[in-house]
């Protein structure tokens, strides 16, 4: 079975400042894919980032960057000069191998809600 | 290019109820996944349609069916509705030609039980 682990259940970060949100996974299976989405108040989940486990390279979009650590089964986005609209939850999620047929849902973490401060 | 979009975008229900919710895919998208999210936590899978066929279901009861149209939009419905499903219900849809397959969500349905 998969696990997202988020242990930061709130964070605090000034405006234009960097901020680390951490997660770590769990699972048996040797390819897998990882994803960020966003979640403000009004609910919708925004797709941000993704990490396939064989990508050699950290992911990148826009301010949004994954700190992956295979070996140590961490998937930690950092998003670079906070903006006020940053403020939300955040998920982790996983999904297992494309080629392990049905398996195709994602496991959420329990998120962690970010607050910036002006 | 018009995103996941569902209905209604809020519901109040009492218990014993049923409900039916909906959800169309984005545009170029095939497959459909339900998700349910109670308060405070992450989304919760219900189960996945592709082909007309659900094909993959997570830990819910039967109480919790869905069917997918020839167009790809889909029903979720719940019946004997209890107090603890009043949730968020988020659909998600994905393209499986994509390697990644991401999912992309709409807005979501608040459900209310009473």
């Known amino acids: 079975a998969q696990k997202i682990t988020q242990t930061q259940p709130g964070m605090f970060v000034q405006e234009k400042e960097a901020v680390t949100l951490d997660c770590t996974y769990d699972t048996s299976d040797q390819s897998y894919g990882l994803f960020w989405y966003k979640q403000p108040s009004s609910g919708e989940m925004i797709f941000l980032i993704y990490?396939?486990?064989?990508?050699?390279q950290n992911a990148t979009e826009g301010r949004y960057s994954l700190n992956f650590q295979k070996a140590r089964k961490s998937a930690n986005l950092v998003i670079s000069a906070s903006q006020l609209g940053d403020s939300a939850m955040y998920f982790c999620a996983m999904r297992r191998p494309i080629s392990s047929g049905s398996a195709r849902q994602l496991t959420f973490g329990s998120g962690t809600q970010l607050t910036v401060l002006p | 290019d018009a995103g996941v979009t569902q209905s209604p975008t809020h519901l109040i229900k009492t218990r014993g109820q049923q409900v039916t919710l909906r959800c169309s895919p984005k545009?170029?998208?095939?497959?459909v996944s339900w998700y349910q999210q109670a308060l405070g936590q992450g989304p919760q899978f219900i189960f996945q349609y592709y082909e007309e066929e659900e094909r993959q279901r997570g830990n819910f009861p039967d109480r919790f069916s869905g069917h997918q149209f020839p167009n790809y939009s889909s029903e979720l419905n719940v019946n004997a509705l209890l107090l603890g499903d009043s949730a968020l219900y988020l659909c998600?849809?994905?393209?499986?030609?994509?390697?990644?397959?991401?999912?992309?969500f709409g807005p979501g349905t608040r459900l209310l039980v009473l």
């Open positions: 545009s170029g998208h095939d497959t």
């Open positions: 990490q396939g486990s064989y990508d050699e």
């Open positions: 998600a849809s994905s393209g499986r030609d994509s390697s990644r397959e991401t999912q992309y």
